[in-house]
């Protein structure tokens, strides 16, 4: 029971923290459809190689939990 309890407040934190992220960085920055709806790799890297990059930062923010579990 306590490891579901903790998995829900870990995700519970991590949508906290991306809502509050977007509403601080509202002015003078781009709206959360443009940062959700659009990809430019304009890191000098190839847009595969940038957009498999990208998909990292999701799996860091998830592992979490799964070291919880085990």
Same mark, same amino acid.
């Given at each position: 029971?306590?490891?579901? #309890?903790? #998995?829900?407040?870990?995700?519970?934190?991590? #949508?906290?923290?991306?809502?509050?992220?977007?509403?601080?960085?509202?002015?003078?920055?781009?709206?959360?459809?443009?940062? +959700?709806?659009? +990809?430019?790799?304009?890191?000098?890297?190839?847009?595969?190689?940038?957009?498999?990059?990208?998909?990292?930062?999701?799996?860091?923010?998830?592992?979490?939990?799964?070291? #919880?579990?085990?």
């Amino acid at each position: 029971m306590r490891q579901t #309890i903790t #998995i829900f407040w870990v995700f519970a934190a991590v #949508i906290i923290i991306v809502v509050c992220t977007l509403k601080l960085a509202r002015n003078g920055r781009h709206t959360a459809a443009y940062v +959700f709806g659009n +990809f430019e790799p304009s890191t000098g890297w190839t847009p595969g190689w940038s957009f498999f990059i990208g998909l990292l930062h999701a799996a860091y923010t998830t592992s979490a939990t799964g070291m #919880i579990i085990s």
